[in-house]
């Protein structure tokens, strides 16, 4: 079992329509979760964190995190066309690794 | 301006040449990072340094080598370079392994 998992994709989503993006990871020991979002040929550029069980909200981004299903998730409501990207899900696992998983490519479709 | 470099943005060379890929940091940041992204695979962490003189082997750390001499510089150096190494490589530098991390623009390395 891969230590962070997440769907490739692609994932496509009509335009203003909610994106749905899962993570999982495998050591409940994981302390901080991380969402990047990577355009073609760019480098990673954060998202959203969290830390503590629940939802955090930044403008029309959600992440939600669930430790006792060992899932972190990211919403983007109203979806545009710039959301277009792959995004990375990043774990700091208990032994204090950041540990990347492989992406999910999300296109939204006009 | 905040921001992580690095040189060169693109580099093609043949197997067995040594090479250097510098990377700076502004920020005054005690962690830095290098990492490999390959498709399907994701980012792999090569080498990462928690502070000056301070420096360890992330998840795919064969046939590279790192330096921490000053806080804002870590270069990443290929003594052998082999085909098996081309990749799209990434410098990320962070206040603490817990934050945030901010990257580089790449660089994508050929070997031939």
């Known amino acids: 079992q891969k230590e962070v998992e997440q769907n490739s994709g692609p994932l496509s989503v009509p335009e203003g329509a909610i994106a749905s993006l899962n993570c999982t990871y495998s050591?409940?020991?994981?302390?901080?979760f991380f969402w990047y979002r990577q355009y073609s040929g760019k480098s990673p550029e954060l998202i959203m964190f969290?830390?503590?069980?629940g939802d955090k909200e930044d403008g029309r981004f959600t992440a939600q995190l669930n430790k006792a299903s060992q899932y972190v998730s990211l919403l983007i409501r109203d979806s545009q066309p710039s959301d277009s990207a792959t995004y990375l899900c990043?774990?700091?696992?208990?032994?204090?690794?950041?540990?990347f998983g492989t992406g999910t490519r999300l296109t939204i479709i006009p | 301006e905040a921001q992580v470099t690095q040189n060169p943005r693109y580099l093609i060379t043949v197997t067995g040449k040594k090479l250097t890929v510098t990377c700076s940091q502004n920020?005054?940041?005690?962690?830095m990072s290098w990492y490999r992204q390959d498709p399907g695979l994701g980012l792999r962490q090569i080498y990462y340094?928690?502070?000056?003189?301070?420096?360890d082997k992330g998840d795919v750390p064969e046939g590279y080598k790192v330096s921490r001499k000053e806080k804002r510089n870590f270069p990443l150096i290929l003594e052998s370079p082999s085909p098996n190494q081309t990749s799209l490589y990434f410098c990320?530098?962070?206040?603490?392994?817990?934050?945030?991390?901010?990257f580089g623009p790449g660089t994508r390395l050929t070997v031939t």
């Open positions: 990320a530098s962070s206040p603490d392994r817990y934050y945030e991390q901010y």
């Open positions: 050591d409940r020991g994981s302390q901080s």
């Open positions: 969290i830390y503590s069980n």
């Open positions: 990043a774990v700091m696992l208990g032994n204090e690794k950041l540990t």
């Open positions: 920020m005054n940041h005690e962690y």
């Open positions: 340094s928690m502070n000056v003189e301070v420096t």
